[in-house]
Each structure stands twice: as structure tokens, then as C-alpha cells.
């Protein structure tokens, strides 16, 4: 049996070596996540379950920014003009691609999807 942590030289890998030779593994994983989450979210929203919709546009939102942490040079974001338009489209080189709201912010910084302000709303942020 061989132990994947060490090297053809005999030598055991480091943290780092162990980190990038995984990383565009689980970016692929987190993008997959949210197009499991865009698909399930569809069926919900058609069946008035819109609460249920709701988390799960979150939790697309969140795979979406984790692949894109992960995996920077391997997901490309743009407008879609072909297809919807005035969406964003994010796609993952070899994985498949995603819509979001054209408000949504992919920063690693947010904690969650930005919501456009209504003014009309009596909800205070």
C-alpha cells in the first residue's frame, strides 16, 4: 500500500503541497453543490414552495463563492446576453454554469446574497 503523502523522492508533502493539489477538486464539488441547489430550487419554486426556493437560492449563492475562493483561474463570470439576458452567468471550466440575480455579490468578503433595496418596503435594514 502507498501513502499518498509522500512524494516520489521519499520525502513527506507539506500542508501547502496537500492544499493546492486538492483545491480545484473541492471547487468543483462546491460549483456541483450549486447546481444541485439551482435544480432543486426550480422544482420548488414551481410547486409554491417559495420559502423552501429562497434557501436554497441562498445556498447556491454560497457554493457559487466557494468555488469561486477556491478556484479563481477556473470559473468565469459575465453577463449573459445570449440566453438570459441581464443575468449573471458563472461558469466552471468543465463543470457546467450558473444564473444569478445580477445584484448577487461573489466576494469573498459578504456573508450572504445582496438583496436590491426596495424603497417602498417598510422593513428597516
Not at 486538492?22 to 447546481?35: L, P
Not at 430550487?41 to 409554491?48: C, D, E, I, S
Not at 433595496?117 to 428597516?124: A, T, Y
Request: net charge positive; charged share 25%.
Amino acid at each position: 500500500m502507498t501513502n499518498k503523502n509522500v512524494t516520489r523522492s521519499g520525502r513527506r508533502r507539506t500542508f501547502a503541497e496537500i492544499f493546492e493539489s486538492s483545491r480545484g477538486e473541492a471547487a468543483a464539488r462546491a460549483f456541483r453543490r450549486g447546481i444541485t441547489a439551482s435544480r432543486l430550487r426550480k422544482t420548488l419554486q414551481h410547486r409554491g414552495r417559495s420559502r423552501a426556493a429562497a434557501l436554497l437560492a441562498f445556498q447556491k449563492v454560497s457554493a457559487v463563492r466557494r468555488a469561486i475562493i477556491l478556484a479563481p483561474e477556473s470559473v468565469l463570470v459575465t453577463v449573459d446576453n445570449d440566453y438570459q439576458i441581464g443575468l449573471l452567468s458563472v461558469r466552471f471550466v468543465g463543470v457546467g454554469r450558473v444564473h444569478l440575480p445580477p445584484t448577487t455579490d461573489l466576494s469573498a468578503t459578504s456573508s450572504g446574497p445582496v438583496r436590491a433595496h426596495d424603497p417602498h418596503s417598510r422593513r428597516v435594514a
